[in-house]
């Protein structure tokens, strides 16, 4: 009696279980998919891009005898204000890491005289969100050197500038 008991339980659970799969496969599933089909063709009508225009290969390989280093001059910024309450100041000295051998240089190499004050903006602006006590970590440090490197990229839309040195000296 027992065993009959049991079976009944276990069939009993299968046919729950194989009515909430169904469920799932016929209810769920399809919203799911129409929702995923209705942002992405707001995302199409609004021209967004679900990709980086830029290439993904980010381990581009160079030696070092193609590059080429463009000194930047000395900027100087407001940093936020911070918990002590005072106005703290960042001169910032930076320089491009240019890589002569990547295909846009011919084209683009020139170009970065020309964008310097671009450039440059994209150092003001992005160390000026932050405040001292916040500047002086190194994890801010490297995110805001991630954060120009991209936006200079994305500036010349080629990854001919493989890297950007930031030193910072505090007032």
Known sequence: MKKNMLAVLILLVLVVNLTLTAYMIFTV???AKRTDELITKIMQIIDLELESPLPTDINIEYSI???EKKQLDEMTTNLQV???G???YAVITASLTVNTKDADYAELGPMI?????DIKSFFISETSKYTY?????SENKQQ????????VQGLFNSRMIVDITVDYLFQ
């Open 82 to 84: 911070g918990a002590d």
């Open 144 to 151: 805001v050197k991630e954060k120009i490197l991209a936006d």
């Open 113 to 117: 005289d020309v964008m310097t004050s």
């Open 65 to 67: 005898k193609d590059i």
């Open 133 to 137: 006590e916040e500047l002086i970590l």
């Open 86 to 88: 005072k106005t703290h």
């Open 29 to 31: 599933l399809p919203n």
